[in-house]
């Protein structure tokens, strides 16, 4: 069983014999016999999840890591954080995956309005099955909770993923009277309400 | 003035000036939590894999992997944070600071980054019209539309570029500061422009947060600082600008003869004098200010027209060298 271990900055993925995929150009150091190959149409799934992913403009490339070593893992010195799935759903934005254990699946989830708003792609990703992903963010993680009482809203830069019975939708920040002429800030945040686990970066932007 | 509690970063002052811990606040954990894993040694390369690691306690599924615990960094999710659980007016970690909002905060626009509960923004602009006293408590053209009003109830998370974040404490006190690192301030406290082009000046009794590249390091006068570095300076007088007296002389003739001088960069520091505090980041990295711009704009107001199109024919021969 493939082992991915977060060393802050680096992520370790010990193989034995197994194999992993990883974000193609991740790659920074290996030790043992491991090979690296394009994952073709990438970001698994099959044929139908890749062309719903290139209609839906999320963009993910990864390469699948296999043999038996140590490979190890950063992409831009972002912090790394590994979740562990037991048969449950992580949603999290594509551009945040570093690598991923075998026996997860990846699709795409529509998202309706909130990738137009955020630039980062119409759609999500999902990740589910029993494993471990490994996130990047610009700074650690946090994981805030979100339950009846206690909803969260969220900067649409700093979302990383979520987990667990939410529903998110979209709520206009500043008033858009206060917005014309003025190109920065906030229009748009996200609302989540629920029960579940937001992620989110400490950097905005 | 007070700084931070506690010093954050292990070492001590290295020029001996400021005292640190203490100061202020309680010392302590300033940053809640530590790190989940940092520091631990890795698990040695060839032995068995660790066991999947314990969830976090109240957290999802356990899965259904045995084995020992882990030696190494605890996987998972790291601890869940509620409104219950995060801090008030503190940081949740090195980058990111935790307002426990109830009435009003002036904020920097984009710093936001989550919120729990009840929490309107709405530009100073326009918040001013409603309630008289914000105009009194925020004086600056330049950067008024790069500020928001944060007002309602409930916990309000705030992070800048990943950049370091800390709390100071005024008491009746000043503080000039490089507004593009100026992420928060309570309302009690008053904003001016300051006359270094780039820098604002809080005056009053109220809490203000930062965000640094790196450590703050906490110097005396006299003192010469790089203008990048400079992050703000307490209590004590503006600075002059120092010119390297080696670039002094040799641009001397490009400088009567009307070229703007332009170097290395290092040959222009800000020189300060007489008592007070000089803070400083660890990293020169500048980012774009977009209110340099305006406040140099309405600097030329000071000048004639003629003089104005001749400034205008040099800037325009600076664009066009520079593509």
Redesign the interface.
């Known amino acids: 069983m493939a082992q991915l271990t977060a060393h802050k900055r680096v992520l370790h993925a010990d193989l034995h014999g197994d194999r992993i995929r990883a974000a193609s150009g991740s790659m920074v150091a290996v030790e043992g016999n491991v090979d690296f190959k394009s994952s073709g149409m990438g970001g698994g799934g099959g044929m139908r999840a890749a062309l719903k992913r290139a209609v839906a403009g999320e963009s993910i490339s990864l390469m699948d890591c296999s043999g038996s070593g140590r490979v190890y893992l950063a992409l831009d010195a972002m912090d790394v954080l590994v979740v562990d799935l037991a048969g449950d759903t992580l949603t999290v934005e594509s551009e945040h995956i570093l690598a991923h254990t075998e026996q997860l699946r990846l699709d795409v989830q529509f998202s309706g309005l909130r990738g137009v708003t955020s630039g980062q792609g119409l759609a999500t990703t999902t990740v589910s099955g029993h494993g471990q992903v490994a996130l990047v963010s610009e700074g650690p993680v946090m994981a805030l909770e979100v339950a009846p009482g206690a909803e969260l809203v969220v900067d649409p830069d700093a979302y990383v993923g979520s987990r667990g019975q939410l529903s998110m939708n979209l709520v206009s920040g500043v008033s858009w009277k206060s917005l014309v002429g003025e190109g920065s800030g906030e229009p748009f945040s996200l609302r989540f309400t629920g029960h579940g686990l937001v992620l989110v970066q400490s950097a905005e932007r | 003035m007070t700084y931070p509690p506690g010093n954050p970063y292990g070492g001590g002052n290295p020029y001996g000036g400021q005292p640190q811990p203490g100061y202020g606040q309680p010392p302590g954990n300033p940053y809640g939590q530590p790190?989940p894993?940092?520091g631990q040694p890795?698990?040695g390369?060839g032995q068995p894999?660790?066991g999947?690691?314990q969830?976090p306690p109240g957290?999802?599924?356990?899965?259904?992997?045995g084995g020992p615990p882990?030696q190494?960094?605890p996987?998972?999710?790291?601890?869940?944070?509620?409104?219950q659980s995060l801090p008030d007016d503190d940081n949740?970690?090195p980058?990111?600071f935790c307002i426990a909002l109830n009435g009003e905060w002036f904020m920097s626009?984009?710093?936001?980054?989550?919120?729990?509960g009840n929490?309107q923004?709405?530009?100073v602009?326009?918040y001013s019209s409603v309630q008289a006293w914000v105009a009194n408590r925020f004086s600056s053209p330049v950067y008024i539309?790069?500020w928001?009003v944060a007002q309602g109830h409930g916990k309000l998370?705030i992070?800048?570029?990943?950049f370091d974040l800390n709390a100071y404490d005024l008491d009746d006190g000043n503080l000039t500061i490089k507004a593009s690192n100026l992420c928060a301030f309570s309302k009690q406290l008053e904003l001016k422009q300051s006359i270094v082009p780039g820098f604002v000046t809080l005056i009053g009794t109220g809490k203000f947060i930062a965000s640094s590249n790196g450590p703050v390091i906490f110097v005396e006068p006299p003192f010469r600082a790089d203008p990048d570095a400079l992050l703000g300076w307490a209590d004590c007088p503006s600075p002059s600008v120092h010119h390297d007296a080696q670039w002094m002389t040799q641009n001397i003739r490009g400088m009567i003869s009307g070229a703007l001088g332009r170097a290395s960069g290092e040959e222009r520091q800000y020189d300060f004098t007489g008592q007070g505090t000089i803070l400083l980041q660890s990293s020169e990295i500048a980012r774009e200010d977009?209110a340099v711009l305006r406040l140099v704009e309405s600097q030329t107001q000071l000048l004639t027209n003629a003089q104005a199109g001749s400034l205008g024919q040099r800037l325009v021969a600076r664009a066009q060298q520079q593509h």
């Open positions: 790190q894993g940092y890795p698990p390369y894999p660790p999947y690691g969830p957290y999802g599924q356990q899965p259904p992997y882990p190494g960094a996987s998972g999710v790291p601890a869940t944070l509620n409104p949740v970690n980058y990111v626009k984009g710093a936001m980054l989550a919120y729990y929490i923004f709405d530009a602009t326009e539309q790069d928001v998370l992070g800048d570029r990943g977009p």
